[in-house]
């Protein structure tokens, strides 16, 4: 089993930034990847961005270039800058990692005001 949990949600103005943390515990060896997805209200849950054990980091179109994903092996523990938000980027946080299956965090708000 792998547990996960996330830090780093809140408000914050349109154009400000937040940094999101997820850290792993668990049976951590053998993480593929992980990432990020998030909800809006009303919304289904959407892929944002994903980091693998090759450093190799790959992003959903309307978060490229605002966003940047990031990983420390050592700490099993994975970011999520995001920079020049927008209010449609208001939603439920989620971080996920892949071990044989997919695993998910219990989320974090983070709220863009316009």
């Known amino acids: 089993q792998v547990q996960l949990v996330e830090s780093g949600g809140g408000l914050v103005q349109a154009g400000g930034s937040l940094r999101l943390s997820c850290t792993a515990s668990?049976?951590?060896?053998?993480?593929?990847?992980m990432g990020w997805y998030r909800q809006a209200p009303g919304k289904q849950r959407e892929w944002v961005a994903s980091?693998?054990?090759?450093?190799?980091?790959t992003y959903a179109d309307s978060v490229k270039g605002r966003f940047t994903i990031a990983g420390d092996n050592a700490k099993k523990t994975v970011y999520l800058q995001m920079n020049s938000l927008k209010p449609e980027d208001t939603a439920v946080y989620y971080c996920?990692?892949?071990?044989?299956?997919?695993?998910w965090g219990q989320g974090t708000q983070v709220t863009v005001s316009s």
């Open positions: 996920t990692a892949f071990r044989f299956r997919d695993y």
């Open positions: 668990g049976s951590i060896l053998s993480i593929k990847s």
């Open positions: 980091f693998t054990g090759t450093d190799t980091t």
